[in-house]
């Protein structure tokens, strides 16, 4: 009977959550989703040289931002030192590891010895217990480290969820350390001791682990482990066809959230970035989740296009309500120097949502809502000509009455228009110079209806005096 599916996001604190990781934990989530498994959270923060809090905590950050709920976890290596170090013992006991004597300073001369012979280096098992092989003293003042066993023949194979079957000589694989001199337990080994304690089924990780699976199959075969299934993502290149980096832009997920992208944009964005389900482009969170299939994660590197991510935002802003909007673009506002007490934002968004890619884009083009109102000198004595004026004037006198909503303002404008047989340039850039002292603005009478009768007919009559 098939195992309850059970994946997990296992990421080095030592840095931000970058693309390419949110979208290996992207992945393993809708994985578990899509068959009402479990997704799990481990830090693998074993490196305590690179290793730190701030990184852990911008870890969470990112996967809460991004909604990544995890059902177990965050496990933390650095908590499973005693359960490694028994696991070692133990396979020291049986003979499926063993001491190695073996210095530095004889490994390298080892190397050396191989490279010499155009060999490939590797360790020649010297301290490796055999069947009738006699091995030296071991010596008293060397600490040893603990080699696994890896068999000498045959092939690791496994059929990988995205790239297909591999296949990996065991002649290519050396006895790998599992301890070091200091008794402390390797990267590949604990994610070995992991992935079979926390009864792992899909590991879906970035393809700069192939090389790591071979001898992680043989260690968790060695331990008596059920395999979990592989799956190895491509990496994400930049526009120019290099693996993506800094010089690309940024790299980090919060970033994003910096610049002003909405979550559901990078998601569905991440989602595509190596995964298609047909030729869908815009899916929510929810389809995701029922389409989700590993084997539909293309082989070869996906490609960054921050053109498309800025499209899918501009789809989602505009889905989005203008109450939501207010609450994440005021603060954007205010710290652009703006002050909220204007027009209620939610209006003001409603009338600039459609044209921006980002939050950030939507602050700048609402800022003109809430900056301090002055008036253009230059501006008015260039537009508010005496031969508009007249027109201005009875604008604000029949403004008094009119319904005050977008369809009876655009009318009286008309009504004005004809009546001073003027086109709509003439009286709309008057007005808008006037109203919030710039010649563009999105369609002026949605632009008045949002900034009310009472501060149109103030400052039509401020121009006016
Ligand atoms: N800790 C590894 C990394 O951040 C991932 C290991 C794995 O998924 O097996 O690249």
């Given at each position: 009977?098939?195992?309850?599916?059970?994946?997990?996001?296992?990421?080095?604190?030592?840095?931000?959550?970058h693309?390419?990781?949110?979208?290996?934990?992207?992945?393993s989530?809708?994985?578990a989703?899509?068959?009402?498994?479990?997704?799990?959270?481990?830090?693998?923060?074993?490196?305590?040289?690179?290793?730190?809090?701030?990184?852990?905590?911008?870890?969470?950050?990112?996967?809460?931002?991004?909604?990544?709920?995890?059902?177990?976890?965050?496990y933390?290596?650095?908590?499973?030192?005693?359960?490694?170090?028994?696991?070692?013992?133990?396979?020291?006991?049986?003979?499926?590891?063993?001491?190695?004597?073996?210095?530095?300073?004889?490994?390298?001369?080892?190397?050396?010895?191989?490279?010499?012979?155009?060999?490939?280096?590797?360790?020649?098992g010297?301290?490796?217990?055999?069947?009738?092989?006699?091995?030296?003293?071991?010596?008293?003042?060397?600490?040893?480290?603990?080699?696994?066993?890896?068999?000498?023949?045959?092939?690791?194979?496994?059929?990988?969820?995205?790239?297909?079957?591999?296949?990996?000589?065991?002649?290519?694989?050396?006895?790998?350390?599992?301890?070091?001199?200091?008794?402390?337990?390797?990267?590949?080994?604990?994610?070995?001791?992991?992935?079979?304690?926390?009864?792992i089924?899909?590991?879906?990780?970035?393809?700069?682990?192939?090389?790591?699976?071979?001898?992680?199959?043989?260690?968790?075969?060695?331990?008596?482990?059920?395999?979990?299934?592989?799956?190895?993502?491509?990496?994400?290149?930049?526009?120019?066809?290099?693996?993506?980096?800094?010089?690309?832009?940024?790299?980090?997920?919060?970033?994003?959230?910096?610049?002003?992208?909405?979550?559901?944009?990078?998601?569905?964005?991440?989602?595509?970035?190596?995964?298609?389900?047909?030729?869908?482009?815009?899916?929510?969170?929810?389809?995701?989740?029922?389409?989700?299939?590993?084997?539909?994660?293309?082989?070869?590197?996906?490609?960054?296009?921050?053109?498309?991510?800025?499209?899918?935002?501009?789809?989602?802003?505009?889905?989005?309500?203008?109450?939501?909007?207010?609450?994440?673009?005021?603060?954007?506002?205010?710290?652009?120097?703006?002050?909220?007490?204007g027009?209620?934002?939610?209006?003001?968004?409603?009338?600039?949502?459609?044209?921006?890619?980002?939050?950030?884009?939507?602050?700048?083009?609402?800022?003109?809502f809430?900056r301090?109102?002055h008036?253009?000198?230059?501006?008015?004595?260039?537009?508010?000509?005496?031969?508009?004026?007249?027109?201005?004037?009875?604008?604000?006198?029949?403004?008094?009455?009119?319904?005050?909503?977008?369809?009876?303002?655009?009318?009286?404008?008309?009504?004005?228009?004809?009546?001073?047989?003027?086109?709509?340039?003439?009286?709309?850039?008057?007005?808008?110079?006037?109203v919030?002292?710039?010649?563009?603005?999105?369609?002026?009478?949605?632009?008045?209806?949002?900034?009310?009768?009472?501060?149109?007919?103030?400052?039509?009559?401020?121009?006016?005096?």
């Amino acid at each position: 009977m098939a195992r309850p599916v059970r994946t997990r996001f296992a990421p080095s604190p030592t840095g931000y959550l970058h693309l390419g990781g949110a979208r290996t934990a992207l992945f393993s989530w809708a994985y578990a989703r899509r068959f009402g498994g479990t997704f799990i959270l481990r830090i693998e923060d074993t490196d305590v040289e690179r290793s730190t809090p701030a990184a852990v905590e911008a870890i969470l950050e990112g996967m809460r931002w991004l909604d990544l709920e995890y059902d177990e976890g965050p496990y933390y290596q650095m908590q499973r030192m005693d359960r490694y170090r028994q696991v070692v013992d133990q396979m020291l006991v049986d003979g499926r590891a063993y001491l190695c004597y073996t210095t530095p300073a004889e490994l390298d001369a080892l190397r050396t010895e191989q490279r010499a012979r155009g060999e490939k280096p590797r360790y020649d098992g010297r301290w490796r217990p055999e069947h009738g092989k006699i091995l030296s003293n071991p010596p008293a003042d060397v600490k040893p480290v603990v080699r696994f066993r890896n068999p000498l023949e045959g092939d690791v194979q496994w059929d990988d969820i995205i790239k297909g079957p591999i296949s990996i000589s065991n002649h290519e694989l050396d006895d790998l350390i599992i301890a070091r001199p200091d008794g402390t337990p390797t990267y590949n080994f604990c994610v070995c001791v992991d992935d079979w304690d926390m009864g792992i089924t899909h590991v879906i990780r970035g393809d700069d682990h192939v090389n790591n699976t071979p001898r992680q199959i043989n260690i968790l075969r060695a331990l008596g482990a059920e395999l979990p299934l592989y799956g190895h993502v491509p990496m994400i290149l930049g526009p120019d066809g290099v693996k993506l980096s800094k010089r690309h832009g940024a790299v980090s997920v919060m970033q994003y959230k910096e610049e002003g992208y909405l979550p559901e944009a990078m998601i569905n964005y991440l989602a595509r970035l190596g995964w298609s389900h047909g030729d869908a482009e815009i899916f929510s969170r929810e389809e995701l989740v029922s389409w989700f299939d590993a084997r539909h994660i293309s082989h070869s590197p996906a490609q960054w296009d921050p053109k498309k991510l800025a499209w899918l935002d501009n789809h989602y802003i505009k889905q989005t309500s203008n109450a939501r909007l207010a609450e994440l673009v005021g603060p954007r506002i205010v710290a652009l120097g703006g002050s909220l007490g204007g027009p209620p934002l939610a209006g003001v968004l409603a009338l600039l949502k459609d044209r921006a890619d980002t939050l950030a884009q939507l602050a700048e083009a609402a800022l003109l809502f809430y900056r301090p109102y002055h008036l253009d000198a230059t501006l008015v004595a260039e537009h508010v000509t005496d031969s508009v004026r007249p027109a201005l004037a009875q604008f604000a006198a029949r403004a008094e009455s009119v319904q005050w909503e977008r369809a009876a303002i655009g009318a009286l404008i008309k009504e004005v228009l004809a009546e001073f047989s003027l086109k709509m340039p003439q009286l709309a850039v008057p007005l808008r110079v006037t109203v919030l002292s710039t010649t563009q603005t999105p369609s002026l009478d949605s632009v008045l209806e949002v900034l009310g009768r009472q501060t149109v007919l103030a400052r039509v009559r401020s121009v006016l005096k």
